[in-house]
């Protein structure tokens, strides 16, 4: 895994203040033009304000093939019986960051030596990331090829993921990428160990190792030159 020193930034913007910093946490009391996101029991994880009726559930045994699947439109929320792609970008890469953090273990390498190696969860955490995105996708016609994501026995590694990306996507540059991302495109992007997707900023949300600035940072910044992008869905027409 390759390890890089990034330097801080900060951003102007908080959209996160009427939560005190925790959407995850805090939620609207109200109920009314929400999208819900719910756990597996059915129990209320957050209300996102943003016009819609839908409806989505985590689903799945573990977090190898965990993702947030849309089940239906509540409409006596009284918005529109549509998905919001955005709301569902947004909310996962929350998600992720705040839940599929990555630790770091003890293992004995080749040598016989105890060292301590970050243990990642990207691959997973991009899983949801993409099945939940795709399920909303769905829902207006569009999508993608989920195996580019999955095996037969729940999420790949983050270096199968790279490869499948190549072998079915065309590679963008960074400039496309961010403008993709910044029109409420999806975008993923990665190296050979290791995936991620870019927020509506254009900035890279990360699922791996803690870093600055809440696992967020700017992918101007120094990156290994394998590091590739991919557009997957190109946003609202």
């Known amino acids: 895994m390759v390890r890089l020193q990034l330097p801080e930034f900060t951003q102007s913007f908080n959209r996160y203040s009427y939560c005190l910093n925790n959407p995850l946490k805090y939620t609207d009391p109200t109920g009314q033009l929400f999208t819900n996101f719910l756990d597996k029991e059915g129990n209320l994880i957050q209300h996102i304000d943003?016009?819609?009726?839908?409806?989505?559930?985590l689903t799945g045994k573990n977090r190898s093939d965990e993702y947030f699947k849309f089940t239906n439109y509540d409409e006596k929320q009284g918005g529109k019986n549509e998905v919001n792609v955005q709301t569902?970008?947004?909310f996962t890469q929350d998600y992720t960051r705040e839940r599929y953090t990555s630790k770091l273990?003890?293992?004995?390498n080749k040598e016989g030596q105890l060292v301590k190696e970050w243990e990642t969860n990207c691959n997973r955490g991009t899983y949801l990331i993409a099945k939940s995105v795709n399920s909303a996708l769905e829902q207006i016609g569009a999508g993608f090829n989920m195996s580019t994501f999955e095996g037969s026995n729940g999420a790949?590694?983050?270096s199968d993921i790279a490869?499948?990306?190549a072998r079915s996507y065309s590679a963008v540059t960074l400039f496309e990428a961010q403008t993709?991302?910044?029109?409420g495109g999806f975008v993923v992007g990665g190296w050979s160990s290791h995936a991620f997707t870019l927020n509506k900023a254009g900035m890279?949300?990360?699922v791996g190792a803690p870093r600055p600035n809440n696992n967020i940072w700017n992918p101007a910044y120094d990156l290994p030159k394998s590091t590739m992008f991919y557009i997957l869905y190109l946003g609202p027409k």
């Open 163 to 165: 490869k499948n990306l």
């Open 204 to 206: 890279i949300n990360n």
């Open 50 to 57: 943003d016009g819609s009726n839908a409806v989505f559930q």
């Open 156 to 158: 790949l590694f983050a």
């Open 180 to 183: 993709a991302a910044k029109q």
């Open 105 to 108: 273990v003890e293992k004995v």
């Open 88 to 90: 569902v970008i947004d």
